[in-house]
C-alpha cells in the first residue's frame, strides 16, 4: 500500500512539474548534475529526460550557461533566491533572452544541498520592447519634424474638427492650438467654401481617398 501510495505521489509531482510553464530543473549542487526535469526542459533541448538526467549542464550543451549564472549560483548556495536575464545562443544560431530564476533548496537541514531553476524564454517580448521603442522614437522624430515644419499642419477628426493645430498654423491662419483644437475647420478657415463643397472633401477622406481644395 505504501507503494502505491509512493507512486501516486510521484505520478501527481510528475504532473504538477509537467504542467508548469517554461522550464524547470532540480540539479544537485554537489554534482551539479539534473536530478529533475520537466516537460519543457525536454522540448525546450530537443532532448528526452533520459538524456538530460544524471548529467550536468556541460554534458548536455548547456555549458555556457552554466557559465552567465556563476555569480547568482554563487549568492543561491548562501540561501538567496536569484533572478536574471540571460542572452543564450540555442542551437540554430539565433540569440534567446531567458529570464531565469533560482531558487535554493536544502533537503536535509539548513544547508542548500539542491538548486532549483526556473527559465522562460522571453525573446518575443524583449523584441517586441524593442519594436515599440523604435515605433516611438520614429513617431517622435516625425512629431518634431511636423512641429518644427514652416507650413500649416492640421489634423481633423471624421466629423471634422481639428485634433492637432502645429505652431505654423498658428501664425499663418491666427488661432493658437488652445483655440483650435475641437473646433470644425470651417469656424477657422475654409469659409468660402460651400457645405456641400466640405462634405465631398470629407467623404473622400472617409473613404480613405486623399482629398486637394483651395481654400482662403
Not at 78 to 93: C, M, P, S
Not at 96 to 120: M, N, Q, W
Not at 187 to 201: P, T
Amino acid at each position: 500500500e505504501r507503494m502505491q501510495e509512493r507512486s501516486q505521489h510521484e505520478a501527481l509531482l510528475r504532473a504538477v512539474v509537467d504542467a508548469i510553464p517554461g522550464v524547470l530543473a532540480y540539479q544537485d549542487t554537489a554534482s551539479r548534475r539534473f536530478l529533475l526535469v520537466n516537460r519543457g526542459m525536454s522540448e525546450w533541448m530537443g532532448l528526452p529526460p533520459s538524456a538530460i538526467l544524471g548529467r550536468t549542464p556541460a554534458e548536455i550543451g548547456f555549458g555556457s550557461v552554466a557559465e552567465k549564472l556563476t555569480p547568482h549560483t554563487q549568492r543561491v548556495l548562501a540561501g538567496h533566491i536569484e533572478r536574471t536575464e540571460i542572452t543564450h545562443h540555442v542551437r540554430n544560431g539565433q540569440p534567446s533572452v531567458l529570464d531565469v530564476t533560482l531558487v535554493p533548496v536544502a533537503t536535509k537541514g539548513a544547508e542548500v544541498d539542491g538548486i532549483v531553476s526556473f527559465c522562460r524564454d522571453i525573446t518575443r517580448i524583449r523584441q517586441s520592447e524593442l519594436a515599440q521603442r523604435a515605433v516611438e522614437k520614429k513617431n517622435r522624430l516625425l512629431a518634431t519634424m511636423v512641429e518644427q515644419s514652416n507650413d500649416a499642419i492640421h489634423a481633423r477628426d471624421l466629423d471634422g474638427r481639428v485634433t492637432y493645430w502645429n505652431a505654423a498654423a498658428e501664425s499663418i491662419l491666427g488661432f493658437s492650438a488652445d483655440e483650435a483644437l475641437g473646433q470644425p475647420l470651417r469656424a477657422l478657415h475654409m469659409r468660402d467654401l460651400s457645405d456641400e463643397a466640405i462634405d465631398v472633401v470629407m467623404q473622400r477622406i472617409r473613404s480613405g481617398k486623399v482629398a486637394a481644395l483651395e481654400a482662403q
